[in-house]
């Protein structure tokens, strides 16, 4: 399969990589049968946190398209992450990021992580952390000076899970259904 994804780096071999929960590396167009259903997991988790965040009855379709057009830009970022020893290339979670201009405030290049997703066997190992710090790494290398990060309001464990990796809340979205 011809690899399709913009140039991101594997996993640094560094001494934290070697001590990693999981294997993170680019998205590949061969991997969206496995990523899908992650991205429609997440989607429904939203919507159980807010109905404001109705899933579509298309989404399945919407999210396999979304990730072919992603890994394929280089603006976005696409990230698979895989288990490791017996679990090895099974993919066990997902990132999706995006490069963004930032018109009137500085730094001007933002990254912004839209989903991360693990699946519950993985979580609460640091896997989520090494995740969100790989992406970062990744964001940082295409221009970022800042990184935000998207998640629904009611989710606290998101909340405190960015918390913990650092983050703080700086804008609000507010909705109003018509
Ligand atoms: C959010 C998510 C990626 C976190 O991944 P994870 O591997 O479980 O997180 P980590 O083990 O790296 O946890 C890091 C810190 O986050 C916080 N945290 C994570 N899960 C938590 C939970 N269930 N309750 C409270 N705090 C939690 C803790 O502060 C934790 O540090 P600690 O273990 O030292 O207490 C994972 O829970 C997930 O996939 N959730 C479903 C999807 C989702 O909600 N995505 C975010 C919105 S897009």
Redesign the pocket.
Known sequence: MKRTNPPVSESPPDSRAAAAPIHARPAHEADIPALTPLIVR?KR??EEFDPMLKVRVDVEAQAAAVLRTEIKNPKSLVIAAEGLGPEKDKVI?VVRAAIRERPFYMPEVEGVIL????LPL??????????VEHTIAQLKERGAGIVT????SQ?E??G??Y???GFRPITALHARIL
């Open positions: 997440l988790l939203n979670g989903d991360i997703y693990l993985y979580r609460r190992h640091g896997a989520g952390q090494y995740l990060v998207e998640f629904p989710n464990i998101a405190r899970f918390a913990k990796c």
